[in-house]
């Protein structure tokens, strides 16, 4: 973008006012090193080139029915693959704690989301970077990372925050309300299904009127309500997450699925934009 700017004519302390290119809003968001979210990392894995390079087989993937690209391209599925490739793998852990900065900008308008809540459980919630962010926003809150063993394994608990290993599809710890950020997007619907009936099973009765709730934070695709740059982006990453092993969904299918787990009472609320908060109640 283009700006103006007062500075000294030479040195004549007489200021002079000069036009200068300045970053725009969303380019100060590639810059590492500072207190802003930076989506850098994110954009680094999607560009790589083993990553990208998957992109160059499409029209195999658009001819068999049954398997992700990912399978067809390299023999294994997206998970398997990823463990294969430690620094592929270390690029998506960061490109995933880099994506959970965007969550600062977003809280402080959805603070009520987590008011009255003793205890919280984050499925599949990683090294813990949305972790540290929610347990600093609520100091109160006792927070749970829940995530497979191996990747828990050598995290240190402090304060407010401890970590949990585990399997997401056969139980999950109990608490007030069950975190799901960007975790059912990477999943088929059968999948998702029994992770939420999971996540019903462990939500706690708050009081003899009141349970708890799940909270999801996932892309909506809404053509009616989004703007255009927005529903463009949403089903780019449909065909990205198909690609690999999973799909975003409209609000249809996210019913559909809620229904199917057996939660019939549901709210949506808008969240970064791209995201949205599903607030899920058993």
Excluded at 239 to 266: C, P, T, V
């Amino acid at each position: 973008t283009k700006v103006r700017i007062h500075g000294d004519n030479d040195g004549n302390n007489q200021e002079e006012e000069t036009e200068v290119f300045a970053l725009t809003a969303a380019s100060e968001l590639l810059i590492k090193g500072t207190e802003n979210p930076c989506i850098a990392p994110m954009v680094e894995f999607i560009l790589d080139p083993v990553h990208s390079n998957f992109f160059n087989y499409l029209s195999k993937w658009l001819s068999d029915e049954n398997r992700r690209l990912y399978e067809i391209t390299s023999g294994t599925p997206w998970w398997e693959f990823l463990d294969k490739n430690p620094r592929l793998l270390g690029l998506f852990n960061d490109a995933m704690a880099g994506d959970s900065q965007m969550i600062k900008l977003a809280l402080k308008d959805h603070n009520m989301a987590f008011e009255g809540l003793e205890t919280i459980v984050d499925v599949g919630g990683g090294t813990g970077t949305t972790a540290q962010i929610f347990s600093e926003k609520f100091p109160e809150l006792k927070y749970i990372v829940f995530d497979l063993p191996q990747v828990v394994k050598n995290l240190k608990a402090c304060n407010n925050l401890s970590f949990v290993g585990g399997d997401m599809f056969e139980s999950i710890p109990k608490a007030d309300a069950i975190l799901l950020k960007s975790v059912l997007h990477n999943w088929s619907d059968n999948n998702c299904i029994k992770i939420l009936r999971n996540c019903k099973d462990a939500v706690k009765v708050l009081s003899k009127d009141k349970k708890g709730k799940i909270i999801i934070l996932e892309t909506v695709i809404n053509e009616e309500q989004d703007e255009p740059e927005i529903t463009r982006l949403k089903f780019l990453m449909n065909i990205n997450m198909q690609i690999m092993h999973g799909k975003e969904r409209s609000e249809e299918e996210w019913k559909n699925i809620f229904h199917e787990a057996g939660l019939y009472d549901y709210k949506i609320f808008s969240f970064t934009g791209y995201l949205s908060l599903i607030e899920v109640y058993p």
